[in-house]
């Protein structure tokens, strides 16, 4: 069951991240405007999904589910493992949140740390052959 809680506790800090799945290759071809509407479109479609799934998953949680249903080896009510999704829907929420934050309202440039690592990798590789070709090792 802990492997449950750091999958959406892991959704929820990639979102923190700004390195949830996205498919942003296309908007090259677009003007930078078209970047933008697209992406804040689908926050807040992201986000009105994460809201129905939270008032879903906190009614099931609190008022549907029978409080004797119990993880058959620990004998723990499954209410509490349960009680993960309310928990990382609304951190994602507060996530997104946070992140358009910063975009729009503080002009940070959010980069996915494995576009991050590329890039430094490509400077790596750009400054070892500048080093090589002026004769260095």
């Known amino acids: 069951y ?3 809680w750091f999958a959406y506790l892991g959704a ?29 479109l689908t926050d807040i479609i992201w986000i009105g999904f994460n809201a129905v799934f939270i008032y879903l998953s906190y009614d099931f949680v609190f ?13 723990i009510p499954m209410k509490y493992f349960y009680f993960i ?5 609304t951190a994602m929420t507060l996530r997104i949140i946070q992140n358009n934050y910063l975009r729009f ?15 430094s990798l490509k400077k790596g590789e750009e400054a070892s052959a500048t080093n090589t070709a002026a004769g260095g090792e």
Not at 64 to 75: D, H, I, P
Not at 85 to 89: G, M, N, S, Y
Not at 106 to 119: Q, T, Y
Request: hydrophobic share 50%; with cysteine; proline share 5%.
């Open 12 to 40: 929820a800090y990639a979102t923190k991240m700004s390195s949830h799945n996205r498919v942003t290759f296309q908007f090259k071809f677009f003007p930078r405007w078209v970047e933008t509407f697209c992406a804040v």
């Open 85 to 89: 999704l309310p928990i990382a829907f």
């Open 105 to 119: 309202v503080k002009k940070v440039d959010l980069v996915d740390p494995e576009a991050k690592a590329i890039e």
């Open 63 to 75: 008022n549907k589910m029978n409080l004797f249903w119990k993880s058959q080896t620990m004998g």
């Open 2 to 4: 802990a492997f449950v």
